[in-house]
């Protein structure tokens, strides 16, 4: 069965202090690994889309990696303006269709 | 260029009725799929239309129904609502290329709640 897990649930940091965002997911017939923000009673907003084993991109203060089962969002120095649900998603679904993880929803405190 | 467009942003219907979605996709975007999104269950598929027809579909009941117009403008109908239908439906276009979406980008959403 095709899973996205995504860890933690919620997070709570402080302006500047930095961490990762854990998604892992079923490896057979991956075409792509999403990553979106989605703020409260809006839709997500595309962030990265990663396709190969140790393929990185940044934008800003996020940079999503990938390995073979996991893919990782970094935030570094993040702001209370990055507090936001964070979803990962894997592509190629049995049906497919893009498959969700339940999101990681991260506070940033001034 | 103008993201994806759903309208309405928000409905109230009662249960026993009927719903409309409405999808506008990005320009030259010919793959529109549907999401739902509630708290317990996250985002889940419902269907991909392409080319005005239906190319996948998720474990949605028969009462979840879309179409696609040759404009590649994507309508989702609701019939018979249930109270468990109240959710977020998103909408997302993306560029088909052979059996791989590219460019997966999602419009705001429709609130729906169910009385």
């Known amino acids: 069965e095709d899973q996205v897990t995504q860890s933690p649930e919620a997070l709570r940091l402080q302006e500047g202090e930095s961490s990762s965002l854990n998604c892992s997911y079923t490896v057979s017939g991956l075409r792509g690994l999403f990553w979106y923000r989605q703020d409260p009673g809006k839709g997500p907003e595309f962030l990265f889309t990663l396709y190969s084993a140790g393929e990185e991109k940044e934008k800003e203060r996020l940079k999503a990696t990938l390995t073979k089962k996991e893919s990782f969002l970094h935030i570094t120095a993040p702001k209370p303006e990055d507090s936001a649900t964070y979803l990962c998603a894997r592509g190629g679904g049995s049906q497919g269709n893009l498959i969700f993880g339940k999101g990681t929803k991260l506070s940033v405190k001034p | 260029k103008a993201g994806v467009t759903q309208t309405p942003r928000y409905l109230i219907k009662t249960r026993g009725q009927q719903v409309t979605l409405s999808c506008s996709p990005i320009s030259g975007h010919r793959s529109v799929s549907w999401y739902q999104q509630t708290p317990g269950q996250g985002l889940q598929f419902l269907f991909e239309?392409?080319?005005?027809?239906?190319?996948n579909k998720g474990n949605f009941p028969g009462r979840f129904s879309g179409r696609q117009f040759s404009n590649s403008r994507s309508e989702m109908n609701v019939s018979t609502l249930e109270l468990g239908d109240s959710a977020l439906y998103l909408c997302?276009?993306?560029?088909?290329?052979?059996?791989?979406?590219?460019?997966?980008?999602f419009g705001s959403g429709t609130r729906l709640t169910v009385v």
């Open positions: 239309y392409f080319s005005e027809t239906q190319r």
């Open positions: 997302a276009s993306s560029l088909l290329i052979g059996q791989t979406n590219y460019g997966y980008t």
